[in-house]
């Protein structure tokens, strides 16, 4: 499973059998992922302090588009590779969303208590 961060807003306006696309889509040509062990870097470079946020749990068996595993974007040196996923979301690829609320000062990490597939 890989991870995509998601205001609560986006994840609720999609219509069942529809797809969900970022600005990053069009801006860069894929959808940013993690994974669980990373999520919390994006987390807490783009989003820190933002209490309307969930993890979607997508599948990448279930996406129609290519995902590459590749540099961060912006790249920077000793981070790892996240996965990019080359074309919208179908919503029936997201097989979970999670709340996925800061700690009390703001910052992010994967709650232990989050059961991924």
Same mark, same amino acid.
Request: charged share 20%; glycine share 8%; proline share 14%.
């Given at each position: ?58 599948? +990448?068996?279930?996406?129609? !588009?290519? $995902?590459?595993?590749? @540099?961060?974007? #912006?790249?920077?040196? *000793?981070?790892?590779?996240? =996965?990019?996923?080359?074309? +919208?979301?179908?919503?029936? !690829?997201? $097989?979970?969303?999670? @709340?996925?609320? #800061?700690?009390?000062? *703001?910052?992010?990490?994967? =709650? ?6």
């Amino acid at each position: 499973m890989i991870l995509h961060i998601c205001p609560r807003g986006e994840w609720a306006a999609v219509p069942a059998g529809g797809e969900y696309r970022t600005a990053s889509l069009d801006d860069a040509g894929f959808i940013h992922c993690s994974e669980r062990g990373t999520v919390h870097l994006p987390a807490n470079r783009l989003y820190a302090g933002r209490t309307d946020l969930l993890l979607l749990e997508v599948d +990448p068996a279930l996406v129609d !588009a290519e $995902v590459r595993w590749e @540099p961060a974007d #912006p790249p920077a040196p *000793g981070m790892p590779w996240f =996965p990019h996923v080359y074309g +919208p979301l179908p919503r029936a !690829a997201v $097989v979970a969303a999670h @709340p996925f609320p #800061p700690d009390t000062d *703001g910052s992010f990490r994967l =709650p232990e208590a989050l059961a991924l597939g």
